[in-house]
């Protein structure tokens, strides 16, 4: 079974007559030439991550999903043999303009900023300008990370940064709407008006375990700064964005008012408009790029040839190699989530911002990929289903539909997982019920999704193939829960 992060879906429903009228965009023909006419196959292979055993795998149109999922545009570009093979939009970029989207509208990548920033910091490393282990405080001028007892033995480092093993506090950050005062950067840190997040701090002692910190990639934002000696946004731009051809992209928070005719805009799950249109995320390297999916699909393929020898333009292989070398026992590398080993190692990483949800994937050998990007608060169900059909129709050797194997659960011993299970800081839970002996599970404001036992304690859901692990009591009693195997919750 495949393990996936974990996303939470409203299933909903409305007419929308524009979906097929607003597909726009191009299939590149593998010899040049003119764009091929028949629709990508993959177009309409969408299916869930896992199917039970004996069950007929269903089969649906992107059309159909985005109906489903009430996601009004969305924007996909296909990897394969090392170039870009599909560019295309669906659906509409702005619903009260009835805009439609094309391969060039803007999406807010979210938190697939994160590794792109990253291949900043590296950058600066392999310059002699930042240090990869070294105490980040030693790069850092103005504000320091504070001295506590947990970093007396061990500091917090880049590495720990980008691997999200620094201890760090503050998971996500919800952005700014239009008009809002923008906070500095230390006031972020901070946590101090008109920033509307927590301080960052450490709350463990670095190197010591997983703790995915959109706070931890602000302290590395000023880093990078501080060893550049130049606005985080603009060096950004210089060492990573052009180098990678990624032409239609930017760092720039707010955006700049000559992109806005571009730009997709948010939309909520009920598909009403992010207010404003859009947030502002002037946490730059965890939230803030704006980008089509053929730059970031520019950007995978870099990766990809710079890991062959091939390209140096912003790493050199060395550097590659330790980007794309998980750390001990998290499947994360130097910004990137990594799964699989050799010909079947991907890198990969998702993003959710208000209104916006994506999802980059490629394989580091194999010169395939696929970018994701929508503008509606359920996409990352609808993008993962993309990534499965494109995974399907390219024939990956792994990311497809799988087979389930399920075991038999009575009422009681199902009955010990209920209840409610608490994310530290993260603003939200998850709620286990009980009915007619089958055990479900809502996280947030999700819809609910039944969970079927794959052993006594461990779960899947079909839809994502999401896992979902109880940690039970001396009295069977379930105290805890790891979900996607990085997301921990306490039972109230």
Same mark, same amino acid.
């Given at each position: 079974?495949? /393990? ?57 149109? /992107? ?44 999406? &807010? ?44 033995? %061990? ?16 998971? $996500? ?24 997040? +927590? ?31 130049? #606005? ?21 928070? #707010? ?11 948010? *939309?909520? =799950? ?24 053929? +730059? ?8 990809? &040839? ?22 001990? *026992? /998290?499947?994360? =590398? ?30 580091? !050998? ?25 995974? %399907?129709?390219? &024939? ?7 087979? $389930? ?32 002996? !089958? ?18 304690? !461990?779960?899947?859901?079909?839809? +994502? ?19 996607? +195997? ?7």
């Amino acid at each position: 079974m495949t /393990i996936r992060k974990a996303q939470s879906s409203i299933l909903l429903g409305r007419p929308t007559t524009w979906l097929l009228a607003g597909a726009l965009g191009i299939t590149i023909g593998a010899c040049g030439g003119p764009p091929v006419v028949e629709p990508p196959a993959f177009e309409s292979q969408l299916a869930p991550a896992v199917t039970l055993p004996g069950e007929d795998t269903p089969s649906w149109s /992107i059309e159909e999903r985005m109906e489903h999922y009430d996601v009004p545009g969305v924007s996909i570009a296909v990897i394969d043999e090392g170039r870009i093979v599909v560019a295309k939009g669906y659906g509409l970029a702005d619903l009260a303009e009835e805009r439609a989207v094309t391969a060039t509208t803007l999406f &807010q990548a979210a938190s697939i900023s994160k590794p792109v920033a990253g291949l900043g910091a590296l950058r600066l490393v392999e310059e002699g300008r930042l240090s990869l282990d070294g105490p980040v405080n030693e790069a850092l001028v103005g504000w320091q990370v504070p001295d506590s007892e947990l970093t007396r033995d %061990s500091a917090v480092s880049l590495r720990g940064l980008l691997t999200h093993t620094a201890g760090m506090t503050v998971w $996500g950050f919800p952005g700014y709407p239009r008009g809002a005062e923008l906070p500095t950067v230390e006031q972020i840190l901070d946590g101090v008006a008109p920033a509307n997040t +927590d301080p960052v701090r450490v709350w463990r002692d670095p190197g010591t375990g997983f703790r995915y910190s959109g706070g931890g990639y602000t302290v590395m934002q000023k880093a990078v700064e501080d060893a550049a000696g130049r #606005p985080f946004a603009e060096y950004v731009a210089d060492a990573v964005l052009d180098p990678a051809g990624m032409s239609e992209s930017t760092f720039a928070q #707010p955006l700049p008012q000559e992109r806005w005719s571009r730009a997709a805009r948010g *939309h909520r =799950g009920d598909g009403a408009e992010v207010e404003g249109e859009w947030h502002r995320y002037p946490e730059l390297a965890a939230a803030g790029l704006w980008t089509t999916p053929s +730059d970031l699909a520019r950007l995978a393929i870099e990766v990809q &040839q710079s890991l062959a020898g091939e390209s140096n333009r912003i790493l050199s292989r060395e550097m590659t190699e330790a980007l794309l070398t998980p750390e001990p *026992h /998290i499947g994360w =590398g130097l910004g990137f989530e990594l799964r699989g080993e050799g010909e079947e190692q991907v890198f990969l990483h998702t993003g959710s911002n208000a209104g916006f949800k994506s999802s980059l994937v490629a394989y580091a !050998r194999r010169g395939q990929g696929v970018v994701v990007m929508t503008n509606g608060d359920q996409g990352a169900s609808l993008a993962a289903e993309i990534v499965r059909a494109v995974a %399907s129709a390219y &024939q990956w050797p792994t990311l497809r539909t799988e087979v $389930g194997d399920t075991i038999s659960l009575g009422p009681i011993e199902l009955a010990a997982f209920v209840g409610t299970y608490e994310v530290p800081e993260a603003g939200w839970d998850i709620r286990v019920t009980l009915r007619s002996n !089958r055990l479900y599970a809502r996280s947030g404001s999700g819809s609910r999704s039944r969970l079927y036992p794959a052993s006594p304690t !461990r779960f899947f859901r079909v839809e +994502d193939g999401v896992w979902i692990e109880f940690w039970t009591g001396p009295d069977g009693q379930a105290q805890s829960l790891v979900l996607a +195997d990085e997301i921990y919750a306490q039972r109230r």
